[in-house]
């Protein structure tokens, strides 16, 4: 076990230059149940109040957006009763965590292939997206069965269509048009993206909205996230020069 660390860092937040969207990739699960003789669905379960700590963290701080990895299209591969118990998990998260998300104005939001869920996930999930649709405070967007490459694919073809049909002009494609057409179009890209578990990877995740994230990667596996830990991410982030290509001069000037 980690000690717990004392410094205050929710103290040292300069409020003024918060990252305004974090994403993360939550990973370590299964291996939290296995350290205690669980199966990986109690990792899972558990994951889930990192999940409520996490938004309560950003949402208090002032942070507009926060994105959660939840299911990725390579998780599809996972064992068949391990995929249904995540999906169950999630319709009953949501059913459960509906009215706190409205009692603190914050509005859910999904990315990725949402068709391709179980019919049940796909309908509590665009019920609460439309129920939540109004609140200001905070986006919560889950990522779920979402590949950043089949996003950019499927740009390509909308895109594709697109030019076909006269909407859009070649000469009109560009970054930002081609940020239209992916599903994170409406929010912007994150400044911060945090990793757990002790893994090294983006794992098909906002490729293309990544281009000048900061990364933090922290050994700790997802269910043993808190408040702490976010606060204290915070805290790095803010000690870290973001330079995007120029020298520290120009920055400091
Ligand atoms: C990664 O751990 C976790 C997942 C693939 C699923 C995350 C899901 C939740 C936290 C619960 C549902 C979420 C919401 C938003 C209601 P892993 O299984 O890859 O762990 P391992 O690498 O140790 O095997």
Not at 16 to 26: D, E, F, G, N
Not at 64 to 92: D, G, I, K
Not at 100 to 122: E, F, V
Not at 142 to 166: K, N, P, T
Request: glycine share 4%.
């Amino acid at each position: 076990m980690e000690e717990k660390n004392k410094t205050d860092y929710k103290s040292l937040i300069d409020l003024s230059r918060l990252p305004k969207h974090i994403a993360v990739i939550m990973d370590g699960n299964g291996r939290w149940a296995k350290q205690r003789g669980k199966a990986r669905v109690f990792g899972h379960k558990n994951g889930v109040k990192a999940v409520r700590a996490v938004t309560e963290a950003c949402a208090e701080t002032g942070v507009e957006y926060l994105t959660l990895y939840a299911f990725s299209t390579e998780n599809w591969n996972r064992p068949a009763l391990e995929v249904s118990a995540l999906m169950e998990l999630l319709v009953f998260t949501i059913g459960r965590e509906i009215k706190t998300l409205q009692k603190n104005n914050i509005r859910l939001n999904a990315i990725g292939n949402i068709d391709s869920l179980p019919n049940k996930c796909n309908l509590a999930l665009k019920k609460a997206i439309e129920e939540t649709r109004n609140n200001t405070r905070m986006t919560l967007t889950l990522a779920l069965s979402y590949g950043s490459r089949e996003e950019i694919h499927r740009a390509f073809i909308r895109m594709y269509q697109d030019v076909q049909e006269g909407k859009i002009a070649v000469e009109d494609i560009n970054p930002e048009s081609i940020r239209d057409y992916l599903y994170t179009y409406n929010i912007p890209d994150p400044e911060l993206l945090i990793r757990t578990s002790g893994e090294y990877r983006v794992s098909n995740f906002l490729l293309w909205q990544i281009a000048y994230t900061e990364f933090i990667f922290t050994d700790k596996l997802w269910p043993e996230i808190d408040k702490e830990d976010v606060y204290e991410y915070i805290c790095q982030f803010q000690n870290r020069e973001r330079r995007f290509g120029k020298i520290s001069e120009q920055i400091n000037r």
